[in-house]
């Protein structure tokens, strides 16, 4: 009764929304879950894929993890976290995205029963951390290095990673044949941190196993004028001029205005325009280069002329590609063709124009560099074939993280870290000990999942795991869900492997994400920002249950 008698206080801007308490809490966790029910069917080699398409009419279809968060466009403010971080581990790691927003939303979603019987947040937060420490301890105990190894062995052992990876996509029935091209696209590049060397080129038709690897650079044929077809499309060990000018009679005229008094002069300034461009490509032919590409457009005159001398050339060749012929062959971009020495002209073995499929392509092989490889991708749909690039992606990632930290460890959701987490939660007087033991639980919804999606009894495979996982001596570690026959087997063994920095990360991300989402007891929604945000934003909110007038309204 007291109370209202005190005057109010105003504290915020009339129509400001907030929530707070346990109820705010409780519906951001829901919100998370949510998210994660979203994902959770597409993890592991049986996963299933997902297809979104927007009111553009763009078709997508996609099993990995980071993309379909993307494309979801989620608005509930708390949720937004798992996509960012599902964004982070995309990434720093490449792969492991599915996994990251798992695990986060089972943290949370353990975490629920706690918040609604009172415990206050920051005591479940410590707890978390400490055994997240604990975990990646545990990891990088178990983590296997494959340093010292000679290069063959090396690569056998990469290729093994990048086929974890691939086997849970789209192009996993053919996981052995890409494995080998990513592990060998990587190794061509070397210790270069720039990922663009390696040009992934889609051409739609014909079968997946027709893609290939160049070790070099490929592009498509550029758009080309009369007279390209009498240009030789083969060179042996040519040199190759890279241009970043126009090779065309009209760009001579553009910025010029000149005042003529007599009609005989006209026919000087035409003169002088072809001067120009015959200068020009005399300097490209005096260079003594067989090749010839720029940037710009090189038009019919210079085709033609080129054509006469036996000189290929090829203009308005997308950056990214000059630049990586430039990185392979050894060559330097020239603004300009006056003194064209030597040193600025790359080389390669093989230089030729080849029909891959409908597509004609420029290939550069054997560079001298090396530092460069083009991964030629055949397929039939056009989602597929994205779809293939996106997985080659991860591919590549996984083997570059595997080269840098060459430690791995057992896939297939072993899930000795668990098991580790919950003997040293028996150490433990007071809460904490039931705090870790959720977290173990949490750390095993990958088994779970792999098994759930693969049509697996989840319980009776846990089991299993457990029990072997908890034999002592130690041999047990490494079991993981086999997803061949529906039971447990050895996943080094079996050569499931990934990287460690893979689960390094993604409990690192997942535990802060959930220790950051716990932190939030209130959320204020201000009524500028709101109507800026449109409408969408409002629906989806309420329609989520994301937290607006369910927990105790201010004025
Ligand atoms: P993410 O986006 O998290 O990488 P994936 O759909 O690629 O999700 O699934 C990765 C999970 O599948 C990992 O936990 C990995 O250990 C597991 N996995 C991959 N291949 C196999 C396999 N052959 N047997 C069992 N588990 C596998
Ligand atoms: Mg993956």
């Avoid at 964004?87 to 995205?97: L, M």
């Avoid at 060749?317 to 040193?343: F, H, K, M, P, Y």
Wanted: glycine residues 10%.
């Amino acid at each position: 009764m007291a109370s209202m008698m005190q005057p109010q206080i105003i504290l915020l801007k009339e129509g400001t929304d907030t929530s707070q308490g346990k109820a705010q809490l409780v519906s951001n966790i829901n919100a998370c879950t949510a998210v994660g029910d979203v994902v959770r069917t597409t993890l592991g080699p049986r996963g299933m894929d997902k297809l979104i398409h927007d009111d553009k009419g763009s078709v997508t279809i996609s099993n990995d993890g980071a993309t379909i968060m993307k494309l979801l466009d989620i608005v509930h403010p708390a949720a937004k976290i798992l996509v960012d971080i599902a964004k982070s581990q995309d990434s720093e790691v490449g792969d492991g995205t599915t996994t990251v927003v798992l695990l986060a939303a089972e943290f949370l979603k353990e975490a629920k029963p706690f918040i609604e019987d009172g415990v206050h947040a920051q005591n479940l937060i410590r707890s978390y951390r400490t055994a997240s420490t604990l975990a990646i301890a545990k990891v990088k105990e178990l983590a296997v290095s494959i340093e010292g190894k000679s290069v063959e062995e090396k690569k056998g052992l990469l290729a093994k990673c990048a086929a974890t990876t691939l086997s849970s996509k789209l192009i996993g029935g053919e996981k052995e044949f890409f494995a080998t091209m990513v592990v060998d696209a990587v190794m061509a590049i070397g210790n270069d941190d720039r990922l663009n060397l390696i040009g992934i080129k889609k051409v739609p038709g014909g079968n997946m196993r027709d893609s290939f690897l160049v070790d070099g650079v490929a592009f498509k044929k550029t758009f080309s004028y009369a007279g390209f077809e009498q240009q030789p499309k083969k060179f042996l060990n040519p040199k190759i001029l890279l241009l970043n000018i126009e090779l065309e009679l009209k760009s001579e005229k553009e910025n010029a205005e000149i005042r003529l008094s007599d009609p005989s002069q006209y026919q000087s300034i035409v003169d002088a325009e072809w001067n120009i461009i015959y200068d020009k490509l005399d300097k490209c032919v005096e260079s003594g280069a067989k090749v010839v590409l720029s940037r710009l457009a090189i038009g019919d005159l210079a085709t033609q002329y080129f054509a006469d001398r036996d000189i290929f050339c090829a203009g308005r060749v997308a950056e990214e590609d000059l630049n990586r012929v430039a990185a392979a062959a050894g060559g330097t971009v020239q603004t300009s063709v006056n003194n064209i020495i030597d040193e600025v002209l790359g080389t390669c073995e093989i230089f030729e124009e080849k029909q891959v499929g409908g597509e004609r392509f420029n290939i550069f092989s054997g560079c001298p560099s090396g530092r460069t490889a083009t991964i030629v991708l055949r397929g039939g749909a056009d989602q597929f074939i994205e779809e293939a690039e996106r997985s080659l992606h991860d591919a590549i990632m996984i083997v570059r993280r595997a080269v840098k930290n060459s430690t791995v460890v057992p896939g297939g959701g072993a899930i000795d870290i668990s098991k580790y987490l919950r003997q040293h939660s028996r150490t433990i007087a007071g809460k904490s000990q039931l705090f870790i033991n959720s977290y173990a639980k949490a750390l095993e919804v990958i088994p779970r999942q792999l098994c759930d999606n693969a049509g697996f009894d989840a319980t009776d495979v846990l089991n299993k795991l457990r029990q072997k996982h908890a034999m002592q001596s130690g041999e047990g570690a490494s079991y993981g869900v086999d997803i061949n026959t529906g039971g447990i087997a050895d996943s080094f063994a079996n050569f499931v492997w990934e990287p460690a920095v893979v689960k390094i990360n993604a409990i690192n991300a997942a535990t802060e994400a959930a220790c950051l989402i716990l932190s939030v007891d209130e959320t204020v929604k201000n009524p500028k920002s709101e109507s800026a945000q449109g409408d969408a934003a409002g629906a989806m909110g309420r329609g989520r249950g994301g937290g607006r007038g369910r927990g105790m309204r201010r004025r």
